[in-house]
């Protein structure tokens, strides 16, 4: 059932004799009075069973505090229990008496997954958004900047080699009567014994060869496990293993791959998983020269106070979790909360057209999806038009040609008319033949071809309005660069770059909203953060 704070205060209550030592306007300082205003019982009685059925369970007010505290942190299950045991500030902070012995560090675990499985997996997240909501430290701001980083995940890079054989482990674990299994028909190494294959690392043609049975193994062991009826672990298992074995490899010189040859490709696979034990990591890339493993954490946020306002945890790589796919989830939840605030007859800001909002971000979120997304949600996109590349260095591009929208038509520098497909190509062909701009336009023989987006137009309007307006530009070197601030905040702590302690999306996202959270409530603090008549205020 579920246990709460004690009314009373204890002989050795650490708030009452070594309170003071706590810095005033401070997060431990801040919780030491407000926790249970913040992270009410109530708000937590779900997870539990109705009073009287079993032991009591440590008091949400507290567990709930000390989430928020270690996310802010950074702080291990481990050094989190070594803090709540032996460091003032927490005990201060949680209500706990200076003799408290505090908890184990699997009493988070536990706390955590039964939050994660619950009807509300970001309860400590949405409890700060109602005091941002309440505090109006957002009202009349109506611009949003966005931006995303690389966060390290917390398992090591495999090679090739290393994911075959423990994707193949990981099935005999995983898969009821595989071991038994693998050991009748894969041949091309013990998986029982631990350690990698014994070979000549430095012989290629001993690597080919052992790469080779590898995957012969893994494709046969498929095949016999296709078909079986398997719980959700063991057909992940299975899927694992598929997907190891296809995404390295590559037939063997002279091979179809029939004949059970292989070798390592000699490209980085799309959307490459890096490691057995944490599938959802990823490899992306920064730029051309820094390339990073692990996760991506996307943020929104109010440019003038570094309220973030929006976060999501994502894999670092594919197109759903690209910078500008989440930016368009986020409008959607602007939009979404906006018409919630209007059916409840709440109040709208008054300045801006009807409420709308004005989205900053790079060059990344100039896709015509996400400026159609914005446009259609009734907001203003203020983001950095992308690089036209000409097909030939120096000479025409897209914007050259004029596009007549309703007679769906395109015209190029010549002069020269032709139709938009209905895939929205536009192919001139034999007009380029004897063209006289022909050297600054194409070097195909079959001459230019243009592909056009969907929203053509919209990158056309805005690739204009940049170039035109000195003012849009001010405006968003004015306010963009204010989000790298939030970013860096939710990225660092104390100069270090963090790095993910969780496997898996599910867990690393929470921990994002939980961090998110604690920075929303520091920032909160910072702007004289009160409780005033039964509701929250800023003094400052």
Request: proline content about 5%.
């Amino acid at each position: 059932m579920q246990g709460v704070e004690r009314a009373d205060r204890e002989l050795l209550d650490a708030a009452a004799l070594v309170g003071h030592l706590v810095p005033e306007g401070g997060m431990f300082a801040f919780l030491a009075v407000h926790r249970a205003e913040v992270f009410p019982d109530a708000d937590y009685a779900d997870l539990f069973a109705p009073p009287g059925s079993g032991r009591p369970s440590l008091p949400a007010t507290q567990m709930a505090a000390v989430l928020a505290l270690q996310a802010l942190h950074d702080y291990s299950d481990r050094e989190t229990a070594e803090a709540v045991r032996f460091d003032v500030r927490w005990k201060v902070a949680i209500g706990a008496p200076l003799d408290d012995p505090g908890f184990d560090p699997s009493s988070l675990v536990y706390w955590r997954n039964r939050i994660a499985r619950s009807e509300r997996p970001y309860r400590v997240n949405d409890a700060v958004r109602k005091i941002v909501e309440q505090t109006g430290v957002l009202k009349g701001r109506r611009r949003r900047a966005v931006d995303s980083t690389i966060l390290a995940d917390a398992v090591a890079t495999q090679d090739t080699v290393t994911q075959l054989v423990s994707a193949i482990r990981r099935a005999a674990r995983e898969v009821p009567g595989a071991a038994e299994k693998i050991a009748q028909v894969c041949t091309g190494h013990d998986y029982s014994r631990p350690g990698k294959p014994k070979i000549d690392w430095d012989d290629p043609a001993a690597k080919d060869t052992l790469v080779s049975a590898l995957v012969s193994d893994a494709n046969v062991l498929v095949a016999v496990l296709d078909g079986e009826d398997l719980d959700e672990r063991g057909a992940s298992a299975v899927a694992l293993l598929a997907l190891v074995a296809g995404q390295d490899v590559e037939p063997a010189e002279g091979s179809d791959g029939r004949d059970g040859r292989w070798r390592i490709a000699r490209k980085v696979a799309e959307d490459r998983v890096i490691s057995t034990v944490d599938p959802d990591a990823r490899h992306t890339r920064k730029s051309p020269e820094a390339r990073r493993d692990g996760y991506r954490a996307h943020v929104a946020a109010e440019p003038g106070t570094g309220i973030i306002t929006d976060e999501k945890l994502t894999k670092a790589a594919g197109t759903e979790n690209s910078d500008a796919a989440v930016a368009a989830e986020f409008v959607s939840a602007e939009a979404a909360g906006e018409g919630a605030a209007a059916s409840r007859g709440g109040d709208r800001d008054q300045d801006g057209a009807d409420g709308q909002l004005a989205w900053y971000g790079d060059s990344a979120y100039g896709t015509g999806d996400l400026r159609e997304a914005i446009t259609g949600a009734g907001h203003e996109a203020v983001i950095k038009p992308g690089p036209l590349k000409p097909a030939v260095e120096g000479g025409f591009t897209t914007d050259d040609f004029t596009v007549d929208t309703a007679a769906r038509t395109v015209t190029c520098p010549a002069g020269i008319t032709r139709h938009i497909t209905a895939r929205n190509a536009v192919i001139f062909g034999a007009a380029c033949r004897s063209c006289p701009l022909r050297q600054g336009c194409t070097t195909s023989k079959d001459g230019r071809t243009l592909h056009l987006h969907e929203h053509d137009s919209l990158l056309r309007a805005a690739r204009a309005a940049w170039t035109a307006g000195p003012a849009l530009r001010q405006d968003y070197m004015r306010h963009r660069p204010n989000v790298e601030r939030a970013v860096a905040q939710v990225a660092t702590w104390r100069g270090r770059r963090l790095k993910l302690r969780y496997r898996g999306v599910t867990k690393n996202n929470a921990w994002l909203k939980h961090r998110t959270a604690a920075l929303n409530l520091r920032i909160l603090l910072s702007r004289g953060l009160a409780r005033r008549g039964g509701a929250w205020v800023l003094t400052t």
